[in-house]
């Protein structure tokens, strides 16, 4: 028995290390983000022939591209376009998501079928492709890409935070919330919505790995950032046609997507584990 204890507290300490590790190197790549300005060696989008497809050097850290341009630097502000554009298109869907979801969670009855039965309808398209219809229809650009992946990935949210409303509202203390004549709204912001942040969080955490990727995949075929504005997804695509001459192109920008997307999903997942909820990963489809 004390052997068990004993490999379970073990446990215990090495998911708690991996978090602290997983959260430093998650901070030093956002700060090395938003310092981009003043990291960078090079202006990302300069081009100069003279120095196209150079090798690595004390001026290019990882050479330059086709057009003379600093692979470096380009990482560099590359973070700050994909982290920050997941950064806002989570939290939209989040608010969003919370709104809905409380909404039809909380009233139930016709609301509650009505709002579930549009999330089926979104829910029976693979959520990638549905985006690329919707940025086919309004036209390519990162903000109709942003709107689309709003619109798509809000309904996980939706059902999500509707099952631990109606979870959460069977609690004793909500019904003597409602009991005392409680206001809804209040019930709501007072005794709902605060337990379910814990669990939002280990959400939202693996949520923005997922929407990097996706902008990293609508980027690279053409209908999310465009040239020259530096993102990793886009950087790839460039750099395709010198794969075979020159590979570090295309692995540099996805060593980056590799990179952010497993830190996030551990620290997702330790954080879940830490707090007791598990892993709440969603199992959806991502393919095209």
Request: glycine share 8%; proline share 5%; aromatic share 10%.
């Amino acid at each position: 028995m004390k052997d068990r204890h004993k490999a379970f507290a073990n446990l215990l300490v090495r998911r708690r290390w991996m978090l602290y590790l997983s959260l430093s190197v998650l901070l030093a790549v956002v700060v090395c983000g938003i310092f981009a300005p003043y990291l960078a060696p090079h202006d990302p989008s300069f081009v100069d022939f003279s120095h196209k497809l150079e090798s690595p050097s004390w001026d290019y850290p990882l050479g330059t591209d086709q057009l003379g341009r600093c692979l470096f630097s380009r990482l560099l502000y590359g973070t700050r376009v994909s982290l920050g554009l997941a950064l806002l298109i989570v939290v939209a869907c989040l608010l969003s998501g919370l709104l809905i979801g409380c909404l039809s969670g909380y009233s139930g009855g016709w609301i509650d079928h009505a709002v579930m039965r549009v999330c089926d309808a979104v829910l029976a398209f693979p959520s990638l492709i549905l985006a690329i219809s919707l940025i086919a229809v309004w036209g390519a650009g990162w903000k109709q890409m942003a709107i689309a992946l709003v619109i798509v990935q809000t309904v996980y949210y939706a059902r999500f935070v509707r099952g631990l409303v109606i979870n959460l509202k069977q609690q004793t203390y909500v019904t003597a919330a409602r009991v005392c004549g409680t206001n809804p709204v209040r019930i709501l912001m007072r005794h709902i919505v605060p337990n379910m942040l814990p669990p939002l969080l280990v959400v939202v955490t693996l949520e923005i790995g997922w929407v990097i990727m996706d902008i990293s995949a609508l980027s690279f075929i053409g209908l999310g950032i465009q040239a020259p504005t530096a993102e990793w997804g886009a950087m790839i695509n460039e750099g395709k046609s010198f794969i075979r001459s020159h590979p570090r192109l295309m692995i540099a920008p996805g060593a980056m997507i590799f990179v952010m997307v497993a830190l996030l999903n551990l620290v997702s997942d330790a954080f879940g584990e830490n707090k007791g909820f598990g892993s709440p990963l969603r199992r959806k489809s991502k393919s095209t």
